[in-house]
């Protein structure tokens, strides 16, 4: 059997869009081939914190809950990492608010 491809779905922030970013993510992980893929739910609360997948799952309508494996809702501790692209060219703003080049 061929192993999953894990795929993370960041979700939330600090927007007043929050909801609407969580019920995105939803049908985001909900339409995602279960068959091929491992999602990882990555959320971001209203502060601005990040959310372990576990604590991030929880955050999602029961409805969703049901596309995410096991292992992602048993609440065992994993690490995330987050990996840019080395193709494209990344920014992010700074605390002087101008763009900086991350490559």
Known sequence: ????????????GRSGEHEVS??????????IDAGKYDVVPIAITKAGNWLAPAAAAELLPATTQR???SSTLSGKKEDVTIVGDPSRAGYRR????LARNLW
Request: hydrophobic share 50%.
């Open 67 to 69: 596309f995410l494996s």
């Open 1 to 12: 059997m061929r192993k999953k491809l894990r795929i993370g779905v960041i979700f939330g």
């Open 22 to 31: 969580v019920r995105s993510a939803g049908a985001v992980i909900q339409a």
């Open 94 to 97: 700074g605390l002087s608010g």
